[in-house]
């Protein structure tokens, strides 16, 4: 099956706010990684926050939406090209 999905997914790495912990000073030390999917939902941006697991098949999701949405502007514009060309 292929999925198609649009938005963005970021990997992010966060600090916690704890006054001890390495993470403050220490950017190796950042807690994560987290993955996050941001995306519109009507009018609405919507986020939100997911596994691994899943981030990785929304990677692939979303370069395949990418990929489509490539392909209809190419054949909108050669569709536009030969639609003038026979004027």
Same mark, same amino acid.
């Given at each position: 099956?292929?999925?198609?999905?649009?938005?963005?997914?970021? !990997? !992010?790495?966060k600090? @916690?706010?704890? &006054? $001890? @912990? #390495? @993470? $403050?000073? /220490?950017? %190796? #030390? !950042?807690?994560?990684?987290?993955?996050? =999917?941001?995306? =519109?939902?009507?009018?609405?941006? *919507?986020?939100?926050?997911?596994? *691994?697991?899943? *981030?990785?098949?929304? &990677?692939? *999701?979303? #370069?395949?939406?990418r990929?489509?949405r !490539?392909?209809? $502007? /190419? =054949?909108?514009?050669?569709?536009?090209?030969?639609?003038? %060309?026979?004027?």
């Amino acid at each position: 099956m292929v999925y198609v999905c649009s938005g963005t997914l970021t !990997r !992010r790495t966060k600090t @916690c706010g704890q &006054a $001890r @912990c #390495a @993470c $403050r000073h /220490d950017r %190796s #030390a !950042r807690h994560g990684p987290y993955y996050e =999917w941001t995306r =519109w939902e009507g009018k609405k941006l *919507a986020h939100s926050v997911i596994s *691994a697991e899943t *981030a990785e098949k929304l &990677a692939e *999701a979303v #370069a395949n939406y990418r990929r489509i949405r !490539r392909l209809l $502007r /190419d =054949w909108e514009r050669i569709s536009f090209e030969i639609i003038r %060309s026979t004027d």
